[in-house]
């Protein structure tokens, strides 16, 4: 009996700290830090990101997924994911690579209305999922774009 307590709170120790580190995902900053082109075809090339996260908390942050779309005078240029859970220790940044394939047709539209408004707005929609005990959660993310 009592070791069905102890492994009854070492499982509840446990999850609550999961849940406080995926929980932490809230309160990191995310900001685009380089972009790599490479792999160009007719039709398309293939662009590497890093995407720095800098964890402000106290404990450390953990990061499932990352999923986000870069738009151009509201035109979809491209979306990807991450890919494999990152871990940000507490008060430091951690950087991560994500790849896309970056196709031309969509340039173009973001190209062509540009000129048409003669303006470009550029940002960012990402999601930063985690997952817990109770499934998969999202919460809405801002990636700087320096």
């Keep these: 009996?009592?070791?069905?307590?102890?492994?009854?709170?070492?499982?509840?120790?446990?999850?609550?700290t999961t849940l406080q580190e995926r929980a932490a995902i809230k309160e990191c900053k995310f900001r685009l830090v380089s972009v790599r082109p490479y792999d160009f075809t007719f039709s398309s090339m293939k662009l590497d990101f890093d995407?720095?996260?800098?964890n402000p908390n106290s404990v450390d942050a953990v990061l499932d997924k990352l999923v986000y779309t870069f738009y151009a005078n509201d035109i979809d240029v491209f979306s990807g994911t991450t890919g494999k859970t990152i871990n940000i220790p507490a008060k430091k940044s951690a950087d991560f690579p994500t790849t896309i394939t970056l196709e031309y047709t969509q340039v173009g539209q973001a190209l062509a209305e540009a000129m048409k408004l003669r303006k470009a707005a550029y940002r960012v929609e990402a999601r930063a999922y985690v997952s817990t005990i109770l499934g998969e959660v999202s919460y809405p993310v801002s990636i700087e774009l320096n």
Aim: glycine share 0%.
């Design 51 to 54: 995407i720095r996260v800098e």
């Design 1 to 16: 009996m009592i070791k069905r307590v102890c492994l009854c709170a070492i499982i509840v120790l446990i999850s609550c």
